[in-house]
């Protein structure tokens, strides 16, 4: 017999799923009669389905039957008292335009929150599902009048960013941190949509005051972290760096923070306060690990701003760390980073390779010396010992397979073959590469794929794709003049060949390396101009408006180059950063 009963209720079950099924395809395709039929027979095997009574509300209405959603909703709330059904009422009757009616019953489903405030929730639900945000902020406000403990700021500060109403939105968000500490990196991701790199900016202004406030009269650890966050969307890392100070006096296990803050000023080209920052944290942190991390901070950036008159200093700071610290595990990265400058900075590819085979004699793990290795590969492609480095780079694979290491490794022996005009082995070993586990290598090996296939078959002596290999092959030993001059010679003898917008592309680069910023905009343009229809197109656009924004000053430029991404480029890896940065030149308020 039990078996017979569940014989009949899965049946029962199964032609039921297939009765809502039927009834959401009716009302996909605008089949609404016959959507409506269907409910209705739904809603009579469950009168109590919330679901089934509101698609048979929406579907009278899609069909201009208010009266008759009406008479519904009346039979329903004499049954029910369910209060988010006034909504429903009220809304029904907005439809038709009598608008007193319509708030008499939205201010019932409100009142109702009197009686039970934990009634907001589905009124709520109603009003939002109408997109009617006032009565939607009316009926949180009730709720959390009338009990405190509900905790309604996030919802609310929602409510009021879309409503515009920033003063608002921001106090209740800070509400909400206040009580909520662990959610600060959500509301950080929604207050984003209301501040710009504009200090100035409504959202900016509001949200400092607000801050600032609370450290003076409330202090505690959380507006230090707001008000940094705060100044590093507005690029001010001076402001931002004495935020974090106060952080650390409180707690001295932040002091990663602040070296964070360092990379972060340094990325955005802050040199001056990148530069403080690593110098505080190499001056006061106690921990010799991100000491030494600090410090290999700085030097990278000394490295990157420096004159060659002063590199002899520069590789004495190196050794003076060694000194310090010793050549250990603990400074393997500034090892490498040494080597990597001797060789690619002073000219002394010898002496590096000899202070490496130093390193690997130390006792380092497998990924540590596999690291070395690679740097001694790149420094002998420097030399243009292609052989002697493929060596080296076909260890890495063997010893560490499937590893990001490996296919870092693999990836460079790909470019390695490239630049000796072995075209035919660099593209086996990209192939294997585009399914890499690394999007980064993954994506280089696309790149330089493409770069070959479509070029290799233009002549049978592929002399266009070797001077390109050749200057790709000078600007990686630091030739960047050089390199220039071999891609004007491929723009001026092989101009109706495929890679022209490549070339001008990797000059405009180098271009911008030596801060000739006219000249790589001129190759931008040109690209934009005569290859539009090509795959470099999105990356001219926005390395373009970067420029305009940047460098040449010319917003205004800029904001047409990055809406041309936004409109007609909808598919380019640029299209989330231009669309953001078109909205701030346009001066909106809110992404």
Request: no cysteine; glycine share 2%; aromatic share 12%.
């Given at each position: 017999m039990r078996i017979l009963i569940l014989i009949v209720l899965c049946i029962s079950t199964s032609l039921s799923a297939q009765n809502v099924m039927l009834a959401k395809q009716y009302y996909k395709k605008g089949a609404f009669k016959k959507a409506l039929f269907e409910y209705q027979k739904l809603y009579e095997t469950s009168k109590s389905s919330i679901s089934y009574i509101s698609q048979i509300v929406d579907i009278h209405q899609q069909l201009?039957?208010?009266?008759?959603?009406?008479?519904?909703?009346?039979?329903?709330?004499?049954?029910?008292?369910?209060?988010?059904?006034?909504?429903?009422?009220?809304?029904?009757?907005?439809?038709?335009?009598?608008?007193?009616?319509?708030?008499?019953?939205?201010?019932?489903?409100?009142?109702?929150?009197?009686?039970?405030?934990?009634?907001?929730?589905?009124?709520?639900?109603?009003?939002q599902g109408h997109s009617l945000l006032d009565q939607t902020a009316i009926a949180y406000e009730k709720a959390m009048a009338l009990k405190p403990l509900l905790n309604l700021k996030l919802s609310l500060a929602q409510i009021y960013g879309e409503q515009g109403k920033l003063d608002k939105m921001m106090l209740n968000y800070i509400g909400f941190i206040e009580r909520n500490p662990s959610s600060l990196s959500n509301v950080k991701r929604a207050i984003n949509d209301f501040v710009t790199e504009d200090p100035e900016n409504e959202g900016n202004v509001l949200l400092r005051k607000l801050l600032i406030k609370k450290v003076q009269l409330a202090p505690n650890i959380i507006w230090n972290e707001m008000l940094s966050w705060l100044f590093i969307q507005q690029k001010q890392y001076a402001k931002a760096f004495l935020q974090e100070k106060a952080i650390y006096s409180r707690q001295p296990q932040r002091m990663p923070r602040i070296l964070?803050?360092?990379?972060?000023?340094?990325?955005?080209?802050?040199?001056?306060?990148?530069?403080?920052?690593?110098?505080?944290?190499?001056?006061?942190?106690?921990?010799?690990?991100?000491?030494?991390?600090?410090?290999?901070?700085?030097?990278?950036?000394?490295?990157?701003?420096?004159?060659?008159?002063?590199?002899?200093?520069?590789?004495?700071?190196?050794?003076?760390?060694?000194?310090?610290?010793?050549?250990?595990?603990?400074?393997?990265?500034?090892?490498?980073?040494?080597?990597?400058?001797?060789?690619?900075?002073?000219?002394a590819p010898q002496k590096a390779t000899s202070f490496l085979e130093e390193a690997l004699e130390l006792p380092l793990n497998?990924?540590?010396?596999?690291?070395?290795?690679?740097?001694?590969?790149?420094?002998?492609?420097?030399?243009?010992?292609?052989?002697?480095?493929?060596?080296?780079?076909?260890?890495?694979?063997?010893?560490?397979?499937?590893?990001?290491?490996?296919?870092?490794?693999?990836?460079?022996?790909?470019?390695?073959?490239?630049?000796?005009?072995?075209?035919?082995?660099?593209?086996?070993?990209?192939?294997?590469?585009?399914?890499?586990?690394?999007?980064?290598?993954?994506?280089?090996?696309?790149?330089?794929?493409?770069?070959?296939?479509?070029?290799?078959?233009?002549?049978?002596?592929?002399?266009?794709?070797?001077?390109?290999?050749?200057?790709?092959?000078?600007?990686?030993?630091?030739?960047?003049?050089?390199?220039?001059?071999?891609?004007?010679?491929?723009?001026?003898?092989?101009?109706?060949?495929?890679?022209?917008?490549?070339?001008?592309?990797?000059?405009?680069?180098?271009?911008?390396?030596?801060?000739a910023y006219n000249k790589a905009s001129e190759n931008y343009q040109n690209i934009i101009m005569n290859y539009s229809d090509g795959v470099l197109v999105d990356n001219a656009l926005y390395n373009l408006a970067e420029l305009y924004n940047h460098q040449l000053q010319q917003p205004e430029k800029a904001k047409t180059l990055y809406k041309e991404l936004v409109f007609n480029h909808a598919d380019s890896i640029y299209f989330v950063a231009a669309r953001k940065k078109f909205r701030q030149l346009r001066g909106d308020a809110i992404n």
């Open positions: 201009e039957q208010y009266k008759e959603a009406e008479t519904f909703l009346l039979s329903i709330i004499k049954r029910t008292n369910y209060p988010a059904f006034y909504v429903e009422l009220g809304y029904n009757y907005q439809l038709t335009n009598a608008l007193e009616k319509a708030h008499e019953n939205y201010n019932i489903a409100i009142n109702s929150i009197t009686k039970n405030p934990n009634n907001v929730y589905a009124v709520v639900r109603s009003f964070e803050l360092g990379r972060i000023a340094a990325k955005a080209e802050a040199i001056d306060v990148a530069q403080n920052i690593f110098n505080y944290v190499i001056e006061t942190a106690q921990n010799i690990d991100t000491k030494l991390e600090a410090h290999y901070d700085a030097l990278q950036i000394k490295t990157k701003t420096a004159a060659p008159k002063v590199y002899p200093d520069l590789a004495q700071s190196y050794l003076d760390i060694f000194k310090t610290y010793g050549t250990f595990s603990q400074t393997f990265k500034l090892q490498i980073a040494y080597a990597h400058f001797l060789a690619f900075r002073m000219n497998r990924m540590e010396k596999a690291t070395i290795k690679l740097e001694l590969g790149d420094i002998l492609v420097l030399q243009e010992q292609f052989d002697k480095a493929l060596i080296y780079y076909t260890q890495i694979q063997r010893n560490l397979k499937n590893s990001t290491l490996s296919q870092e490794a693999r990836f460079k022996v790909a470019k390695a073959s490239y630049y000796k005009g072995d075209f035919k082995w660099a593209e086996a070993q990209l192939k294997i590469l585009k399914s890499s586990t690394s999007q980064l290598i993954a994506n280089d090996a696309l790149d330089l794929k493409l770069l070959i296939t479509d070029n290799k078959y233009e002549d049978s002596l592929q002399t266009a794709l070797k001077r390109y290999a050749k200057a790709d092959l000078l600007a990686f030993q630091n030739k960047n003049d050089e390199a220039i001059s071999h891609l004007d010679y491929i723009l001026k003898t092989h101009k109706t060949e495929p890679i022209i917008p490549q070339a001008l592309y990797k000059q405009a680069l180098l271009y911008e390396l030596k801060k």
